[in-house]
């Protein structure tokens, strides 16, 4: 269960129960240039490799003015010690399904955290829309599996996706999907 940050807006954050996912500041530089430089992180992700100041640069310049249910991108900050550690964004297409992705500080992994992220974007999107599409990279296990713990389906479409900088070349992305009837249930 998520808990808005701001009832009047939404759209500033929520808590779940160990993350707070929060419009990002520049105070959070540290801390995304510590979990992005990771070919790790890179190789699943839209994440350049390696991420540098100028990288942080060019994402907070991208940022929306405010986050909305067309666009957000939040900063994923643990409760327990106020460190950044990932980030999550979603975008509304003219379908009004919702899409995205988000990445998790490597020093973090195993500790369930992705899965609660992804639970709490997944809630916090089905305020407004009824299906939300993903994708995982193939190879990334890791990825599927938190994707079938929330309820995700393969489409059984796949697409070359050219996002991964950190790799330089195209990779299959595998398309999986999660309607809110369902996720509900």
């Not at 160990?18 to 992700?45: C, P």
């Not at 460190?83 to 500790?111: C, P, Q, Y």
């Amino acid at each position: 269960m998520i808990k808005f940050l701001d009832e009047k807006d939404i759209f500033k954050g929520f808590e779940t129960e160990r993350l707070i996912l929060r419009e990002w500041s520049r105070n959070d530089n540290d801390d995304i240039i510590e979990g992005a430089n990771n070919y790790n992180i890179g190789k699943w992700t839209s994440v350049p490799y390696p991420y540098t100041q100028e990288e942080a640069d060019k994402f907070f310049a991208k940022l929306p003015k405010k986050n909305s249910k067309e666009k957000f991108y939040f900063a994923v900050e643990c409760k327990e010690n106020k460190k950044v550690i990932g980030g999550a964004s979603m975008a509304t297409d003219e379908r009004n399904i919702a899409s995205g992705g988000l990445w998790v500080n490597e020093k973090f992994h195993g500790k369930g955290y992705g899965t609660e992220l992804w639970r709490g974007v997944m809630e916090f999107c089905f305020n407004w829309v009824d299906t939300i599409e993903s994708g995982f990279l193939e190879g990334n296990e890791a990825s599927w599996n938190m994707h079938k713990k929330i309820g995700f389906k393969l489409t059984g479409e796949t697409r070359e996706w050219n996002k991964c900088v950190a790799r330089g070349v195209p990779v299959t992305e595998i398309r999986c999907v999660l309607h809110k009837k369902e996720y509900l249930n």
